[in-house]
Each structure stands twice: as C-alpha cells, then as structure tokens.
C-alpha cells in the first residue's frame, strides 16, 4: 500500500475525512452531478455514477439529496455547471502530485490551489509533468476480521485481480481499471463486504519524507483535500506511519 494510501486509511478510521459532513456532501453532490450530466442518469449503464451514489450512501446522505443531484446532472432540475479541471505538481521533497477539481469558476479555484501549494512548499507544474508516473488502477480493501483470507484471495484472484496481499487490519486488492466491477461484484456475491472500493491513481515509485518535510507533505494534503472544489488528491509520498499517525489528530 503506498504511503498516500495509508493516510488515508489512518484518516477514515480516525472519522478526520468525515468530520465535516457539510463539505462532505458538497464534494459528492458535485460528484454525482457531474456524473449523470457526463454518462447519464441510468446507473447501470454509467459505472462512475454508480460509484458516486455508493459513496454518497456509505457517508449516509439521504437518498433525496442523491436524487436530487442526479436530476441536476440530466436537466431535469435547474442547477451549477460544473466542470472537471485537474492539476499536477509537486509537493515538498519534490512529491509527485495529482489534484482533481470540479469547479464552477476555474481561475477562482486555480488562483487557490496554487495558494495552498505554494504555502505548504509545493508548486502546480505543466500538464503532463507528472501524470506519466501513476497508473489508474482499481482498489479493494476489506477488513481481515470480517472475511476468510482463503476465501478473499481465491475469489479475487479467479477475477482476474492483479494482487492480494495483507496490509495492517485489512486485506488490499489491485485491480486492473477495467476489471475492477468485476473483482468487486465477485466478492459481494460470496458476501465479502469491501470496506472501501474505488478507482485510484497508484504511483509508480515513491519519495521517503521524514521530519519537517513529512509535516509540511501532511498539512498540505489535508487543505488540498479539505479544500471544496477538490475532489481527489493523489501522491507519492512515503511517511512513517508514527509520523501519519501523530499528524492524524
């Protein structure tokens, strides 16, 4: 698991990713606008929608503000015109970046992003600079009390998964991007419940930051991510867990 991964994880059972539901909602609501606006308002047939609404449901938004934002995206209510802009760059140590936005005003949020990179000793880069050193992969993680590692690894392996391994309390698995419904709708159907699923960005190699350079890595991830118009932030970064750990208060 990459060291952007396990902040992750850190930050999700530490409840600190959800601790303003608020902002939470406005983030997915985008989400599933864009979504239905993009591949329509069918579910079934528009896999990132599908993915939006599970993750609206998992943050326990009521179903009418799904559907709500779902009839935005097809027209069938008046509404904000978002668009998806993404951004690379570097953070501190020279950290590869990836930052995904859905904005209705792009120099507004380009003018901010740009704020919050420069003061934590990052910068924004040109389109390109470091996209080439992630790959779009599919992950999977469930909880190894909650699941037989015999049974997690045969069933995603017969999927086609490209690797299962035991990380800390949970099993992780890779998927190909393409691949991924599939490895995920095998698990569910032998009632393997992920305890988080989702397309993500996998970085091809990591850069080691320790002391002053870990903190300032810390504190920008989390205005980038707590900024509105940010949807996902990828990176390179490898951090002692002690060091996530005591960052993630």
């Given at each position: 698991m990459s060291g952007h991964s396990k902040w992750a994880t850190i930050r999700r059972k530490k409840g600190k990713a959800d601790a303003q539901r608020g902002r939470v909602f406005t983030k997915l609501i985008k989400e599933l606008t864009v979504a239905a606006r993009d591949g329509g308002g069918d579910p079934e047939g528009n896999p990132r929608l599908r993915s939006a609404i599970q993750t609206a449901k998992e943050n326990n938004m009521p179903q009418a503000n799904i559907d709500k934002a779902i009839k935005r995206g097809t027209g069938e209510l008046p509404g904000v015109s978002y668009e998806s802009v993404s951004y690379e760059g570097y953070g501190p140590g020279g950290v590869a970046m990836l930052i995904e936005t859905l904005t209705d005003n792009r120099n507004r949020t380009v003018a901010e992003i740009r704020h919050i990179m420069t003061r934590h000793g990052g910068n924004i880069g040109e389109v390109g600079c470091v996209g080439w050193?992630?790959?779009?992969?599919?992950?999977?993680?469930?909880?190894?009390?909650?699941?037989?590692?015999?049974?997690?690894?045969?069933?995603?392996?017969?999927?086609?998964?490209?690797?299962?391994?035991?990380e800390g309390d949970s099993f992780e698995i890779l998927t190909e991007f393409e691949d991924f419904d599939k490895v995920k709708k095998a698990l569910e159907e032998k009632d393997i419940a992920p305890d988080q699923a989702e397309i993500t960005m996998i970085p091809q190699t990591n850069v080691k930051l320790e002391g002053k350079e870990a903190e300032q890595m810390l504190k920008l991830m989390d205005d980038l991510e707590g900024h509105d118009d940010v949807q996902k932030v990828y990176a390179n970064f490898d951090i002692a867990v002690e060091i996530m750990e005591k960052m993630t208060v």
């Open positions: 050193m992630f790959d779009k992969r599919g992950m999977i993680t469930v909880d190894k009390e909650k699941a037989d590692e015999e049974m997690v690894f045969n069933v995603a392996v017969e999927a086609e998964a490209m690797d299962v391994k035991l």
